[in-house]
């Protein structure tokens, strides 16, 4: 079997047996994923900050024995800092920042042995459900159809793990930044229970606690890895989630019993979403009762449309305070091409709020959790759309509004278009996006199950189980969009 067949028939755990084994080298992965970067991203442009030489280095060095030795890995261009790989943070303003020191989820994905050589492509700070930053000088496209976008905010984490470039990646999520890129390609995604993994040293949390970091792969049992080499707190957090039950990797072959599976095809709130996500929708719940589960229609009551106006204070109010910290650090005022409209607009809309407005924002945010626990105290996951539509075209949520509040909550805003995955980042839980459904013309929609506070394990089960009943791993984009050795 050639390199190249071996990187496109095995998931990171595969490739990483591989290497065990001695019938490839990390080398060889590396020459294999930077041919792939070259050939691809031209026209996906999802890569930055490549740097291939320090990768060359930490080989010779010799890597950790860990779970991915010798797999090639990107970091996203905003958070997991690392003194190796300099960050644009998805910003003009923030362009080549240089890390002092490693943040402790980078500490982690090292120990693995993975080979990281650069970072994917991010929106400034993180916000929009699209990648399609100034800084990068183009969109981020999906391989799935260059006419669309791969989502965001993790958008070009999930082009290159969807194109094959790497076999998973680092992403992270605040308001579904895993999950609707892996909803748009293709490609499993979840977001643990809050706290589950370490913010630190450099932030003690993202959001009020409502951002984290996770990973998008085109197998369960990689993120199941990955979670479980990184899980944990770390020195000075200033809280912890509750301990796991049994690790990840143990979750994947455990039964999960007979669950009560609520079912909804609308929104949180009512709305009727595309045929295509209700569809999805409707298949799932149907392949759960085939599987033993109980499946029941059911909608949370919880004041969804309160929770959003409240996420959209917290945000605005980090936009705010990253672009004065990074002012500060500069010694200067604002600059006209510092920043894009949307982060302009955050920033003046942030000026106007108060003190008490952000606690009482953080406040609703948690008695949405304690709503929806209330919901979850009756059923044992909650089955959605991860989002309302199939994926956006680009250029339908680029940064180019300056009515930051409009951009997430108008008629053609953010959430109308993604409704379900910032709930879960609200009140903590663990979620996910699952790729089980197609569109007729081929593009991706996911999935979305959510799972009371803390059964990281019993969500993890169940996502395995259903990639058992319905696998995906060996489904790709067109062959026009992919490497050809």
Known sequence: MS?????????????????????????????????????????LNCLTQLRPETARRHI?????????????????DLGAEAVDFPAHNGSRLLADTVYPGDSEIYT???????????????????????????????PTRSPWSHDHTSGGSSGGAAAAVAAGIVPMAHGSDGGGSVRIPASNCGLFGFKATRARLPDGPFSGEGWAGMAMDGFLTRSVRDTAALLDACSGPDLGAPYMAPPLKGSFMDALSRPSGRLRVAVCTTTLTGEPIH???AAAVAETAKLMETLGHHVEEARPQASTERMMKAWTVIVGCGTALWIREALAKRGRSLREDDIEP???GALAWAADLTGPDYLAAVEAVHDYGREMAQFFAVH??????????????????????????AYRGGPQGVFHYSPFTAAFNATGQPAASLPLHWTEDGLPVGVHLAAPFGEDTLLMTLCAEL???????????????????
């Open 3 to 43: 390199i190249s067949q071996a990187y496109e028939d095995h998931d990171g755990l595969g490739l990483a047996a591989l290497v065990a084994a001695g019938q490839v080298t990390p080398d060889e992965l590396l020459d294999e994923a930077l041919a792939r970067a070259e050939a691809l991203n031209p026209a």
């Open 60 to 76: 010779g060095d010799g890597l950790p024995e860990g779970s991915f030795a010798g797999v090639p890995f990107l970091l996203k």
């Open 108 to 138: 982690r994905l090292k120990a693995t042995g993975l080979v990281t050589f650069g970072r994917t492509t991010s929106p400034e700070g993180g916000v929009g459900p699209v990648t399609e930053a100034a800084v990068y000088g183009a």
């Open 275 to 277: 045929p295509e996500c």
């Open 342 to 344: 949307v982060a302009r």
């Open 380 to 405: 044992d996951v909650l089955l959605t759309a991860t989002l309302a539509e199939p994926p956006a075209e680009v250029g339908r949520f680029r940064h180019s509004s300056e009515d930051f509040a």
């Open 467 to 485: 990639e058992a009943a319905r696998p995906w791993f060996h489904r790709r984009p067109p062959a026009a969009n992919r490497y050809q050795p």
